[in-house]
């Protein structure tokens, strides 16, 4: 065992465990084990125990981030120590709180529209103002929660981090591109759903066709590590080029330490604010058809129909 073979079962040590895989004694054993493994040969080799010691010192690699030059006295400041934490936290404070906004502001229009035409509701607004109207009421109270209660984080946040003294973690410069994308991600998604909201007769017809709709804020979640471990990639800079992942992937690659090229933003801005008005544009002429429609279920053929000719 102290000399193991290349291959075979002689060079290999079997754990017998429920779960082995995931078990940390495993791994506790393979570095206490080969450590030993390690001296004993030394010893044989005639190295002391002392120096084997020396010799097999482990030397961590520090994270540092670039030094930088004080634009008053010219002098080079110090490079500051980089945290794993500090520097995944904020992009995934800021990535899960638009995701949560989203949720929170476009997503229930489907089943509060649903619930308002099958009640009839529908049908006593739309004796006062128009379908565009009454859609525009609605995504407009969504963007007031999810503003409401991004800012209420976003404050309380900065408040808590100052008093804490790690006001260093606070992303002043983000903060305006994070409002940005919410608003015009609620938007989009918010007429979205609302629009799928208006042809739905039943909860059972709102539910088939929410999951549908539910992808294009699922996807950028599972694209999460990918573009935090390479914002600068080229696979995350087209994933978030794609209007409607744009407002989520930007926005984690905005605020992550590598930094990306500013034009690149603006670029992702103009193409969610054009996909924004073009979902916009569909959704009211689908609302307007769908909202005082009722016993025909919702279609994919059918909903496009009603966006192209209104």
Not at 2 to 29: C, F, N, T
Not at 72 to 80: D, L, P, V
Not at 139 to 167: F, M, R
Not at 255 to 266: E, K, L, N, V
């Amino acid at each position: 065992m102290v000399h193991p073979e290349k291959e075979g079962a002689a060079s290999q040590i079997a754990y017998h465990a429920k779960g082995a895989a995931m078990d940390e004694l495993r791994g506790w054993l393979n570095n206490s084990i080969n450590n030993h493994l390690r001296i004993t040969r030394m010893a044989e080799a005639g190295v002391e125990k002392s120096n084997a010691d020396n010799i097999l010192r482990w030397i961590n690699v520090d994270g540092l981030g670039l030094v930088s030059v004080d634009t008053e006295t010219g002098e080079i400041k110090k490079a500051k120590r980089s945290s794993e934490v500090n520097e995944i936290l904020t992009p995934i404070i800021l990535f899960f709180m638009m995701f949560m906004m989203v949720m929170m502001g476009a997503m229930p229009l489907l089943q509060s529209v649903m619930e308002e035409k099958t009640q009839r509701i529908a049908e006593v607004m739309l004796g006062s103002v128009k379908p565009v109207e009454f859609m525009a009421g609605k995504i407009l109270g969504g963007v007031c929660v999810s503003l409401t209660a991004s800012s209420v984080y976003v404050i309380t946040g900065i408040i808590a981090l100052n008093l804490t003294g790690l006001e260093e973690l606070i992303p002043y410069k983000i903060l305006p591109w994070f409002f940005t994308f919410m608003l015009l991600n609620i938007i989009m998604m918010g007429s979205i759903f609302a629009a799928l909201g208006s042809t739905c007769n039943d909860p059972k017809d709102a539910q088939n066709i929410s999951f549908p709709a539910m992808i294009p804020i699922m996807i950028p979640m599972f694209l999460l590590m990918p573009v935090l471990q390479e914002p600068t990639s080229s696979f995350a800079t087209w994933t978030s080029m794609f209007p409607p992942f744009t407002p989520m992937l930007m926005l984690l690659r905005l605020s992550s330490p590598a930094g990306i090229p500013m034009w690149q933003p603006w670029i992702g801005l103009m193409g969610t604010l054009g996909l924004t008005l073009l979902s916009v544009w569909a959704a009211g002429r689908i609302f307007r058809i769908g909202i005082p429609m009722q016993g025909k279920p919702p279609k994919l053929s059918l909903l496009l129909r009603w966006a192209i000719r209104g």
